[in-house]
């Protein structure tokens, strides 16, 4: 399909472990997000790349979270030494990019559900 | 700093009814924009409906419309004639960030019954 990919789809590990999540976005999407979503809550901005470029990594919660997009398509979502807190769906996004207006809409992919126990 | 505010947790309908899901927002920029995403139990955000804050008219897609009201800083999402397939969590966004990155409220459950 075109739409956004990401695997694996659920991830179980042990506390302490560290994980990669991947995300293949559209083909030709500038724009790249992450997004953290808890039980129960809305998806919250962890990091944003612009082509191979990080440019916003504001919303990452600890310097145990690291993303990667090195040719700037696949990206890569690493996290180190795994906590019982980081339990949650990790969201991707692309899009075009587009200073403003409706070139601006996310495409999201399915998620990664991370469980640590 | 801009927020997102939802205070349906959850919402009932009847099918073929229509339904009203609540937003408010806080923002000090002139210029930004409103989404609204369908959340099914799959776990993938649907985006379903824009508006921007110059848009003079009301942003519509199908069943789904959005009645902007400016000076109110609100956004409800309007779904005419549900059906079962539309009982999904649904949420609101606006563009944030110095990237475009959004922000979301916490969220309808919406419930369609048959």
């Known amino acids: 399909g075109a739409g956004v990919s990401q695997s694996p789809r659920y991830k179980v590990a042990k506390r302490g472990q560290d994980v990669a999540l991947r995300c293949d976005p559209i083909s030709g999407h500038v724009s790249l997000f992450w997004y953290q979503q808890a039980l129960g809550q809305g998806p919250e901005f962890l990091t944003y790349f612009q082509n191979e470029a990080q440019l916003d990594k504001s919303g990452l919660p600890s310097d145990r979270f690291f993303a990667e997009r090195p040719e700037g398509s696949v990206s890569t979502l690493k996290i180190q030494r795994t906590q019982q807190e980081d339990s949650a769906v990790y969201l991707c996004?692309?899009?075009?990019?587009?200073?403003?207006?409706?070139?601006?809409?996310?495409?999201f992919g399915p998620g990664t559900r991370l469980t640590v126990l | 700093a801009q927020k997102i505010t939802q205070t349906q947790p959850g919402m009932f309908v009847q099918e073929k009814e229509a339904v009203t899901l609540d937003c408010t927002y806080d923002?000090?920029?002139?210029?930004?924009?409103l989404f609204w995403y369908k959340q099914p139990s799959s776990g993938e955000m649907i985006f379903l409906i824009y508006?921007?804050?110059?848009?003079?008219q009301n942003a519509t897609e199908g069943r789904y419309s959005l009645n902007f009201q400016k000076a109110r800083k609100s956004a409800n999402l309007v779904i005419s004639a549900s059906q079962l397939g539309d009982s999904a969590m649904y949420f609101c966004a606006m563009r944030g960030g110095s990237q475009g990155n959004l922000i979301f409220g916490k969220g309808t459950k919406l419930s369609v019954k048959p």
């Open positions: 508006q921007g804050s110059y848009d003079e």
């Open positions: 923002t000090s920029d002139q210029s930004y924009g």
């Open positions: 996004a692309s899009s075009l990019y587009s200073p403003s207006g409706r070139d601006n809409e996310q495409f």
